[in-house]
Nanobody, 128 residues
Framework: QAPLVEHGGGSVQAGGSLRLSCVAS???????MTWFRQVPGKEREGVAS???????SVAHSLRGRFSISKDNAKPILYLQMNNLKPEDTAMYYC???????????????????????WGQGTQVTVSS
């Protein structure tokens, strides 16, 4: 499949907003896609997921600030991040699973083992 390519990272002050995008292909729009983030020395963390039905899930600690959406016509996956905090600083990755629905993910949508296609990542840096 075509690679996943993230865009939109950068440096922002605390309280600011960024919108990340992940350019995918029509194949991925039929599968569950998730944004992950990772800082050096820490495990990859699930941020937000959206599956083929449009059902979404956002990590509990990020609800109210982060949201996920997709445009199947393009197709592009988005991550809207508002009221950013320094602890949001990380490399952000989009990933695609061969599974179409979160309902089939017994370990939840944020288990990296469910994903076999990954982008190269885009860096987000939030300064205080």
């Amino acid at each position: 499949q075509a690679p996943l390519v993230e865009h939109g990272g950068g440096s922002v002050q605390a309280g600011g907003s960024l919108r990340l995008s992940c350019v995918a292909s029509e194949y991925y729009s039929r599968h569950c896609m998730t944004w992950f983030r990772q800082v050096p020395g820490k495990e990859r963390e699930g941020v937000a997921s959206i599956d083929s039905t449009g059902f979404t899930s956002v990590a509990h600690s990020l609800r109210g600030r982060f949201s996920i959406s997709k445009d199947n016509a393009k197709p592009i996956l988005y991550l809207q991040m508002n009221n950013l905090k320094p602890e949001d600083t990380a490399m952000y990755y989009c990933a695609a699973s061969p599974l179409p629905s979160m309902a089939t993910m017994h370990d939840g949508p944020f288990a990296p083992s469910y994903y076999n296609y990954w982008g190269q990542g885009t860096q987000v840096t939030v300064s205080s």
